[in-house]
Each structure stands twice: as structure tokens, then as C-alpha cells.
């Protein structure tokens, strides 16, 4: 049923002129892309009144800053003008700096050209496998412009994400949640909001070739993802998922005793527990009535939580690894809500390799910041983001023809291929640490 009518609502979009599904594609973009901006500077930690859609009057600000501010006059409809805007925000230059304004017109230009550009490159078989037949492309295309809006919304955040972890190296959980659970509900909405593969069947007995990547790819249909255990592994994930998002840490330096209490009372320090625990309440409900609804849906929503699953838990299990090796932080916990929610969007075998695809982006991201700003510091999420990109844009020769048939090699052997991997980078970076402490002499 929802399945039908979202395509009712995509068949209308597909029946648009060419020139006018463009143009909205323009203003959706400029629209995401203030959407960004304003999620950059005023979802952060350290808030700047900087946003057209704020009222700099309502701040704290020091008496200077208020008087500046005053003195270039109030904010006015037309500062709201995606693009536009920015070019009359000139006059606060003197408060925010000579090119403040350079990277939020970049920012909506930048998303007003990539969401026409990622739009045809979806309906035009950029995710399909290739030398697809024109009629099955055809078939496919409600399918791929379904797959295309999820995706922008993903780059959306995503592009809010980067910019806030280059600032400040946090990633805010007001982004990364509310993606998350978007993913989830798009994902027990339709199977068909995951990227598509060559296989036999979601269902036994359907062999129509290409289908929506499932959690058990790349093996063959197992009834076991319609049964009880599925269940149990979806309502587990989502428990520690939540649990993730509490306000927790374990302070050991003054007995096992002491740690237990100072435990608990952080976890109900802060007032946000009750929200994440009625946000554990209604989404463990409606695992459970999707459960019960069964089919696509269920199939759609498990293939999900097991995204978020593999994606949270790659970056979750590097940085308890890190940290432990290296005795400091080596990787923020926003990065681990940031994948756990690419993961609930993308699936996880998808999620593997945007993590895997990372560092490769972050090579050339690193070299290019450190050309034009000179800062050597490397916040993760940026990378992250562009190996989701990378990984999407270039699906079929990553997924269909590399890392499937690994996976099928590696077959029950993958976690504890994973664990020792995981044990290998742990064992050099605490050798990492004890040359560069001890040999070195560096901190």
C-alpha cells in the first residue's frame, strides 16, 4: 500500500517536463543548501548569529558586538534569498570577518548544481549494474527517483555534517538522529530505498535480476530474516543504539563501587535521557508492529537496523580501539552516529565500503585544507561523507564487483576476519605510540 503510493507521487514527478523537474531540482537545492548553512552555524556547539533566518538582536553578545550589529541595521527579508542573501549580508563583514560569506554561497551553488546533476545521473543508471536493457532502465526509473530524493536528503546533512566537523570537530547528534530515524522509517516504508543489485530474489520464487540490496546480500534469501531471531537482532541493536546516545562513562579511579554510582547519576545527569528513552519506547514498539506487518517491510526495516548496525559499529569498535592504543581520543563519538546513521540509509554493506573508500578521500581533502588553511588537524567525518558519495556514485563496480564476491569468499569467516583486522590496527598504533612517546620524545 505505501509502496503504491509513493509511486503515485513519483509517476506524477516522472510526468514533469524535463525543464521543469531542472528547475525545481535548482531551488530544492538552494533550499537544502540554506538549510545547511543555517544547520552550520546555529546546530553547532559554539553558535554564531550568522544565519539570515536568526535574529543576531536575541543572542548574548558583549556590548560591542551588540552596538555593531545595530549599527548595519537589522536583518531583512531579502538577507533570507538563497545566494542572493549573502551579497547584502556584505555590510557585517566587519563582525564576522572580510569573506565570511564566500563558503555560504559555495555551499548553495554548490548544492543547487548537484542535486540536477545527481538527479539524471540516478534516473539515468548510475547505480544500476551496467549494460542494463533501456526497457528494464525504464522499468527501473520510479525506483531510482524514489532512491535519488532519499539521497539528497542524506547530502543534505551530510554536507552540514562536514562543515561543522572542520569548525569545531563535533558532529551534533541533532543531525545525525533525526537522520537516522528517517533512514529507519524510509526503510520499513519501502525495500526500495536501498541501492539496487544483481540477484535472484527478495522473495523466493521472484527472479527479476535487480533488486533492492537486502541485509542478507550477498547470499541467497534465508527464511531466518522473517523470523524471531531477526527480531531479537533488530530490537538489540536498536537498544544499544539508544543506549549509545546517553550521556554515559565509566570513571574507575575511585573503586569498581564509586564507578557504578557515578555511572548512573551521569546517565540521568542531563534532562535529554528522558527523550532518548521515549525515543527507545516508540521506536521498540514500532519494530515490533513492523515485525508483525512482516514482508518488504520488515525485510526493508532489519536490512536497516543492521546498517546501523555495521556502520556505528566499524567507527564505534576503531575508536575504543584507538583509544586504548594511543591513551587519547582517536576518533570523536560523532563520527560513530554520523556512519550508524549512513548505515541506516545505505545498508551495511554499503556502509563497509564508504568506510573502507574514507581515507582515500581523506588523503586529497587533507592536502588540499592544509594547502589553503595550514591546519594539520583531521576531523574523520568529512571523509566519511565523501566515501558515502564515492561509494554510491560508483556502486556497481564497487559493490558487484568487488566487494560481493569478497564477501561471499569471506563468508562466516567475516567477523573474525574483522576482529583480527581490528586487532592488527590496534597492535600499530600502540606501537605507533610507544616509538613516537619513547623514541621520538614526542607528546
Known amino acids: 500500500m505505501i509502496q503504491n503510493q509513493l509511486d503515485a507521487v513519483l509517476a506524477s514527478w516522472i510526468g514533469w517536463p524535463p525543464i521543469w523537474q531542472t528547475v525545481s531540482l535548482v531551488l530544492l537545492g538552494l533550499v537544502g543548501g540554506a538549510l545547511a548553512n543555517h544547520a552550520i552555524t546555529s546546530w553547532c556547539w559554539y553558535r554564531r548569529p550568522l544565519s539570515p533566518w536568526t535574529n ?72 544500476l549494474p551496467a549494460g542494463v536493457r533501456p526497457n528494464v532502465l525504464a522499468l527501473c526509473t520510479p525506483w531510482m527517483t524514489q532512491l535519488f530524493f532519499l539521497h539528497a536528503i542524506l547530502l543534505v546533512i551530510m554536507v552540514a555534517a562536514t562543515f561543522i566537523d572542520f569548525d569545531e570537530r563535533t558532529i551534533p547528534d541533532v543531525l545525525t538522529i533525526p537522520g537516522t530515524l528517517l533512514g529507519l522509517g524510509a526503510a520499513a516504508a519501502s525495500a526500495r530505498f536501498f541501492p539496487p543489485v544483481e540477484h535472484i530474489a527478495i522473495v523466493p520464487g521472484d527472479r527479476s535480476g535487480i533488486v533492492p540490496v537486502m541485509a542478507y546480500e550477498p547470499g541467497p534469501y534465508d527464511p531466518w530474516w522473517l523470523a524471531s531471531g531477526s527480531l531479537w537482532t533488530g530490537l538489540a541493536v536498536w537498544t544499544v543504539y539508544c543506549f549509545a546516545l546517553t550521556d554515559r562513562r565509566v570513571i574507575l579511579r575511585h573503586g569498581y ?73 582517536a576518533m570523536g563519538f560523532g563520527d560513530v552516529t554520523l556512519m550508524a546513521m549512513i548505515g541506516a ?48 556514485w560508483c556502486w556497481d563496480p564497487i559493490y558487484n564487483h568487488q566487494l560481493s564476491p569478497m564477501l561471499l569468499t569471506l563468508g562466516g569467516i567475516l567477523l573474525w576476519f574483522s576482529l583480527a583486522i581490528l586487532l592488527l590496527l590496534g597492535g600499530m598504533l600502540f606501537f605507533w605510540r610507544i616509538v613516537k612517546t619513547r623514541l621520538l620524545g614526542l607528546s
Open 56 to 127: 543576531p538582536l536575541r543572542w548574548p553578545l558583549t556590548k560591542e558586538a551588540r552596538d555593531a550589529f545595530e549599527s548595519v541595521g537589522p536583518r531583512r527579508l531579502w538577507d533570507r534569498i538563497p545566494v542572493v542573501g549573502w551579497f547584502f549580508l556584505r555590510r557585517e563583514r566587519e563582525i564576522f570577518g572580510r569573506g565570511f560569506w564566500i563558503r555560504p554561497v559555495l555551499i548553495e551553488v554548490g548544492l543547487a548544481i548537484a542535486l540536477p546533476w545527481m538527479h539524471q545521473a540516478w534516473i539515468g543508471g548510475q547505480l
Open 257 to 329: 563501587r564509586k564507578a557504578v554510582d557515578y555511572f548512573f547519576a551521569r546517565l540521568v545527569r542531563h534532562w535529554s535521557w528522558k527523550l532518548i528513552l521515549a525515543m527507545w519506547i516508540v521506536g521498540f514498539a514500532g519494530i515490533v508492529v513492523i515485525f508483525n506487518v512482516g514482508g518488504l517491510h520488515w525485510l526493508g526495516l532489519i536490512t536497516s537496523l543492521v546498517g546501523l548496525a555495521t556502520g556505528g559499529g566499524i567507527v564505534w569498535s576503531i575508536r575504543l580501539v584507538g583509544r586504548w592504543a594511543l591513551q587519547k581520543e
Open 345 to 392: 540509509m545505505i545498508g551495511w554493506q554499503a556502509s563497509i565500503a564508504a568506510f573502507f573508500l574514507s581515507p582515500m578521500a581523506a588523503i586529497l581533502i587533507v592536502i588540499a585544507r592544509y594547502v589553503v588553511t595550514r591546519d594539520t588537524a583531521t576531523p574523520f567525518g568529512p571523509y566519511l561523507c565523501v566515501g558515502t558519495l564515492a561509494t554510491l
